[in-house]
C-alpha cells in the first residue's frame, strides 16, 4: 500500500510518499512544491497542480492523508489556505483517490507520541521512523508525518484495534487512546 | 473580445459569457455548476473543476473576471468559499487566462449604477442589458454581473477614461466616478 502526505500551502505545499508492508514503512520520496512567488494567484495554484499531477504520475499511490485545517486562523488567511487546499483536493478527487483528513494533534500524536509536539520534534520522529539520512523540510515532514499516521491507523485497523480520543481526558484537550474494537 | 464572468462556490459555481463587439455587449451563455452535494469535498471540486474546463472548451474565452472575495465572513467559511476558489483560480492560470478581480460594489455599481444593489435588481439589469428572455439563476446572473463589469470597464479604458473610488465621499464607504484620464 503506498500512501501520500499533503500539506498545502499557497506558498509552499509538501508532499511526502511511503510505502506501508507487512506493517513496515519505508520512505519512497519527499519534497516540496514551490510555485514562483512573483506570480499571480491562478498561475500559482496552476504551477501548484501542474507538480502534484507530476507526483501523482511518478510514484501513483493508493491512498492520500491531509492535514485537517484548524479554523481557528483568521478569515483572510483561512481564504488563502483553502485556496491551495481547494487546488489540491481537486486534483486528488479528479485522480479517484480517496483523501484521508487527519487533525494535527492527531498527526503529532502518531508520529510524536505527543499531541503538542513541535514542528522540530516532529521532523526528528520522521526522519527516524523513516531512517533517513537527511533531516526533511518542515513542510515535507509535515506531510511525511500525515502518510505516517495514515499507515499506523490502518495497521491498526488490520490488527481489529480501533482509536477514540479521550474527551475526559484534561478538559477535552485530548489525547489519543488504542483499544481493541469490541 | 469574449469574457467570461465566474461566481465561484463550493455548492454551486456560476458562469456567463459574452462578447463584446464595437461597445456592445452580446450574451453568448450563462449557467450554473452544481457538483453532486452528497458526494466527498475532492470529488465535488474534481466535478466543478471538469464542469469549467468544458466551458472553457466550448466558449474559449479572451479574459476571465472573478468577484473579489469580501473576508468579513467566519474563518470556516472563508475556508471552504477558498477551496472552490481555488479549484476554479488553478484551471483558469492552467488555461493560461489572466483573472481581473472587481469588488461585490463595484459589480453592482456597474450592472445596476448602485454598489448597494440587491441580488434581485442585479438579476434583472443583468437579463436588460443582455437582453435575455428569462431572468437567470441568482449565481450566473452574479457571473454575467462581473463579465459584464469588466467589459464596461475594458470600454472605458479604450476610452481613455479612468475610473477610481471616491473616498472622500460618505466616510469611505465608496461610490465610483468616472473621469477622463490625465
Chains 1, 2 share one sequence.
Not at 13 to 34: I, N, P, S
Amino acid at each position: 500500500m503506498r500512501i501520500l502526505g499533503i500539506d498545502p500551502g499557497s506558498n509552499a505545499t509538501g508532499y511526502g510518499v511511503l510505502d506501508r508492508e507487512d506493517g513496515q514503512l519505508r520512505h519512497v520520496a519527499h519534497g516540496v512544491l514551490r510555485p514562483r512567488p512573483g506570480a499571480a494567484l491562478p498561475q500559482r495554484l496552476a504551477t501548484l497542480v501542474q507538480g502534484l499531477e507530476e507526483v501523482l504520475t511518478a510514484h501513483r499511490p493508493d491512498a492520500v492523508a491531509v492535514e485537517q485545517v484548524f479554523v481557528s486562523a483568521s478569515p483572510r488567511s483561512a481564504l488563502v489556505l483553502g485556496q491551495a487546499r481547494g487546488a489540491v483536493l481537486a486534483v486528488l478527487g479528479a485522480a479517484g483517490l480517496h483523501v484521508a483528513e487527519y487533525g494535527a494533534r492527531t498527526i503529532k500524536q502518531c508520529v510524536a507520541g505527543d499531541g503538542s509536539a513541535d514542528k522540530r520534534a516532529v521532523q526528528r520522529m520522521v526522519r527516524r521512523s523513516l531512517e533517513l539520512d537527511r533531516t526533511p523540510a518542515n513542510d515535507a515532514a509535515d506531510a511525511l508525518a500525515a502518510a505516517i499516521c495514515h499507515a499506523h491507523r490502518g495497521r491498526l485497523a488490520a490488527l481489529g484495534v480501533g482509536a477514540y480520543r479521550d474527551r475526559r481526558r484534561r478538559g477535552g484537550s485530548g489525547s489519543w487512546v488504542v483499544r481493541r474494537a469490541r
